[in-house]
Each structure stands twice: as structure tokens, then as C-alpha cells.
């Protein structure tokens, strides 16, 4: 088992800026304590020091950073469209290769994605609601078919 000291700090805040932790979607207490060889009580006494609590802390907000970067980069990609290339091989019965086929391949732009980027890039020039106006004089007596005294 691990003692503490600043290189197990850092090793700690290491693997959690890279594989996050449970909040943003990231891995679990168990699987840093196993990574970081220290037991999960452990995890939560050294919690109660400020160094300790600061460094995870400050490793969990930059891997919500980057997944956020990263998601928004999905998102744009996603919104824009993009081309891959795939790459088909054939085989004869035995195994041997017979063809290898490249093709590019194009993915539409994601019409949900273009709208929830503009909606929330510019919602004032991309407002994504309806509104309607209503004008006249309604009587309540008709909608509800009672007669009010």
C-alpha cells in the first residue's frame, strides 16, 4: 500500500486528470485507489488534507476541461459533417488476401447538432422557439360552458 507523500499526491491527480472521476462520467474511486495502489479509506482520510483535497480537486476540473473541449469538438465535427476512409479487405476461403478495397466515405452534417450549436452559440440571432399572439376578447362563459353570477 501506498504512503502518503507528494509523489503519491501527484500520481493520484495524475490518473484523475486523465480518467476523471465519477461526476463528469469518469472512472470510480475503487479503480483509482486499485490504480494508485492505496485502499478507498484511504482515498477519503487523505481527503481531509488540503494539499490532497486540492490536487483532486484541481485534477477533476481539468479533465471536465478537456472533456468538454473534447465534446464540443464532437459536436462541431458532428454538425459540419466529416469523411473517413474505410478500408475493405477480402480473403479467399484458405485466408489469403484477395482484395483490398479503399473507399471514402462522407457523414452528412447532423441538422440537430447544427441547431443546438447556433441555439447556444447566438441565441439571440438563433432563437430555437415559436411564439404566437393572440388578440381579441374571449369569454370565459363560452370555454368553460358555465354561467358566472
Not at 15 to 37: H, M, P, Q
Not at 43 to 52: I, N, S, V
Not at 82 to 92: A, D, G, L, P, R
Not at 124 to 137: D, F
Request: net charge neutral.
Amino acid at each position: 500500500m501506498g504512503k502518503y507523500s507528494q509523489e503519491k499526491i501527484e500520481e493520484c491527480a495524475a490518473w484523475v486528470r486523465k480518467n476523471g472521476l465519477i461526476e463528469y462520467g469518469g472512472g470510480t474511486v475503487v479503480a483509482l485507489c486499485k490504480a494508485c495502489d492505496i485502499h478507498f479509506s484511504t482515498y477519503y482520510d487523505w481527503l481531509e488534507r488540503p494539499e490532497f483535497h486540492e490536487a483532486i480537486k484541481k485534477a477533476k476540473e481539468e479533465y471536465r476541461e478537456g472533456l468538454e473541449k473534447r465534446i464540443v469538438h464532437s459536436l462541431a465535427t458532428a454538425a459540419e459533417g466529416f469523411e473517413w476512409t474505410q478500408i475493405v479487405t477480402q480473403k479467399t476461403g484458405n485466408g489469403v488476401v484477395k482484395q483490398i478495397t479503399e473507399k471514402t466515405m462522407r457523414e452528412a452534417p447532423n441538422v440537430a447538432a447544427c441547431i443546438f450549436l447556433l441555439t447556444n452559440l447566438d441565441p439571440e440571432k438563433w432563437k430555437n422557439k415559436q411564439s404566437s399572439e393572440l388578440a381579441g376578447r374571449i369569454d370565459i362563459n363560452q370555454i368553460t360552458g358555465m354561467t358566472v353570477i
